[in-house]
T-cell receptor
């Protein structure tokens, strides 16, 4: 079974600054994928970034990067140059190889202040 | 549109009524998922289809929940004899992965709809 832990219920950041959202995971599977999703108040879940367990380099997608530390079982999301539109809930999720269902954490509510 | 479409956007029902929630996945996506998201929580897996085959329904909370995807495209999640604890947002997602098992390091990204917010009075 997989488990995702997000210990920050809420985070605040000033516009244009960087912010790190924490995620730790637990799994006994040797192969797995880690995902981050953004959920604005409108409710849709927007895929942001993916990291495979055997990927050697940390994933990056524009202003998003994933700080993957396999030994610590952490997959923190870094958002650079925060924008007001980044205010939303952020969910960390994982799926095991040869699986399909996503296991989500409880989320972190990010608020970007002007 | 190009994304996953869910309807209705909001549904209010009285306890004991049956409800049906619709999901229209991204064209060509063979995999379809239903998740339940309680207030203040992350989504929880309900069921998974590959084309018309329901390969996993282990997350369905009771036999009052039923999902189908008869032609491998549109899916319907039906809840019979609704209870107050069924109140939640129901999210549908689709994915382009075609081969299961064997996904690279844990699968492809799933693309979600806006969800149906179900309120049981």
């Amino acid at each position: 079974a997989q488990k995702i832990t997000q210990t920050q219920p809420g985070m605040f950041v000033q516009e244009k600054e960087a912010v790190t959202l924490d995620c730790t995971y637990d799994t006994s599977d040797p192969s797995y994928g880690l995902f981050w999703y953004k959920q604005p108040s409108s409710g849709e879940m927007i895929f942001l970034i993916y990291q495979g367990s055997y990927d050697q380099q940390n994933a990056t997608e524009g202003r998003y990067s994933l700080n993957f530390q396999k030994a610590r079982k952490s997959a923190n999301l870094v958002i650079s140059a925060s924008q007001l539109g980044d205010s939303a809930m952020y969910f960390c999720a994982m799926s095991a190889a040869f699986s399909y269902k996503l296991t989500f954490g409880k989320g972190t509510l990010l608020t970007v202040n002007p | 549109g190009a994304g996953v479409s869910q309807s209705p956007r909001y549904k209010v029902a009285k306890r004991g009524q049956d409800v049906a929630l619709r999901c229209d996945p991204i064209s060509g996506h063979v995999s379809l998922f239903w998740y339940q998201q309680a207030l203040g929580q992350g989504p929880e897996f309900l069921t998974y289809f590959q084309n018309e085959a329901q390969l996993d329904k282990s997350g369905l909370p009771s036999d009052r929940f039923f999902a189908e995807r008869p032609e491998g495209s549109v899916s319907t999640l039906k809840i019979q004899r609704t209870q107050q604890e069924d109140s939640a947002v129901y999210l549908c997602a689709s994915s382009s992965m075609r081969d299961f098992p064997g996904q690279r390091y844990g699968g492809q990204p799933q693309h979600f709809g806006d969800g149906t917010r179900l309120s049981i009075l």
